[in-house]
């Protein structure tokens, strides 16, 4: 059964820090790109993050350049998210996808940016 299980959202104040976790299982997760995507209320779902399957090419979107870092430790089937310098903007519910010829998505968690 494919299982990818964020964790690690919460209330933070503008300026701080969280990291994302993602738990995947039921494929091979090392031969996948690992994405982060983010929703906010009435915006559509975009990309925030991507990691080749190795974990030697990374992107971002240009909204957290310099603030958001994603790795991965495919002997664990983890992938992180690292946010620092969180802003208000950056309050959405945060999705963990795992993407080669087909995708898969977890549940997500929230991030709330407030003071």
């Known amino acids: 059964q494919v299982q990818l299980v964020e964790s690690g959202g919460g209330l933070v104040q503008p300026g701080g820090s969280l990291r994302l976790s993602c738990a995947a299982s039921g494929f091979t997760v090392s031969i996948y790109a690992m994405n982060w995507y983010r929703q906010a209320p009435g915006k559509e779902r975009e990309l925030v993050a991507g990691?080749?399957?190795?974990?030697?090419?990374?992107s971002y979107a240009d909204s957290v350049k310099g603030r958001f870092t994603i790795s991965r430790d495919n002997a664990k089937n983890l992938v992180y998210l690292q946010m620092n310098s969180l802003k208000p903007e950056d309050t959405a519910i945060y999705y963990c996808?795992?993407?080669?010829?087909?995708?898969?998505w977890g549940q997500g968690t929230q991030v709330t940016v407030s003071s």
């Open positions: 990691i080749s399957s190795a974990g030697g090419s990374a």
């Open positions: 996808n795992a993407a080669r010829n087909i995708e898969f």
